[in-house]
């Protein structure tokens, strides 16, 4: 495992599992929301997040977390490992309403810009787009798992799994 791509909801853990895998295995990080964010919840055009990406996934060795749905498929091609977190929906929002308490008013560490946490109208569609998450992405994540045959796919689906997965590290 040396170019590991995690995917799953959008608060069920990610950057948490990578953050620690990382450190266990040597490997870069490289979190997703770093090339796209910039200063107040503005976004890289897509030509710029496309060439930040490509740049990292020429790197020898790392770790990316994050969903940015549309790259996945090309991250896919890059990766020799891919651990899917399919947590539940439930677990997903409550991680993501932690990580806005815990980070209130201010900008977490993996993200591009000064993205200050805040509880707005966007926030709660945010939280609606976590909770039908499942229903809009999860046979699409399993589609684009099944179609990759080289790669080492490894599903978690809870904290506990999670834990487990870590230990054999």
């Known amino acids: 495992m040396e170019r590991i ?3 799953g909801g959008n608060g069920c853990g990610k950057t948490t599992l990578a953050q620690k895998l990382a450190l266990k295995l040597e490997l870069q990080l490289i979190h997703l929301d770093v090339l796209y964010w910039r ?7 897509k030509d710029e997040f496309d060439e930040l990406l490509m740049k990292e996934l ?3 060795k790392w770790i990316i977390d994050g969903n940015m749905n549309r790259s996945i498929p090309l ?13 539940s929906r439930t677990m ?17 560490f993996d993200m591009g810009g000064y993205c200050p946490e805040k509880f707005n109208k966007q926030k709660i569609e945010f939280i609606k787009a976590i ?5 809009t ?15 080492n796919k490894i599903v978690l689906k809870n904290r506990r ?7 054999r590290f």
Request: positive net charge.
């Open 5 to 7: 791509l995690i995917i």
């Open 39 to 45: 200063d107040n919840w503005k976004n890289a055009s």
């Open 58 to 60: 020429s790197k020898p």
């Open 75 to 87: 991250r896919l091609k890059y990766c020799d490992t891919v651990i899917y977190m399919d947590f």
């Open 92 to 108: 997903c929002v409550y991680g993501a309403i932690k990580r806005v308490v815990k980070n209130y008013g201010k900008s977490r």
């Open 131 to 135: 909770w039908n998450h499942d229903k």
């Open 137 to 151: 992405n999860r046979k699409r994540f399993y589609d684009m798992l099944n179609n990759e045959s080289a790669v």
């Open 161 to 167: 799994q999670v834990n487990k997965f870590l230990r």
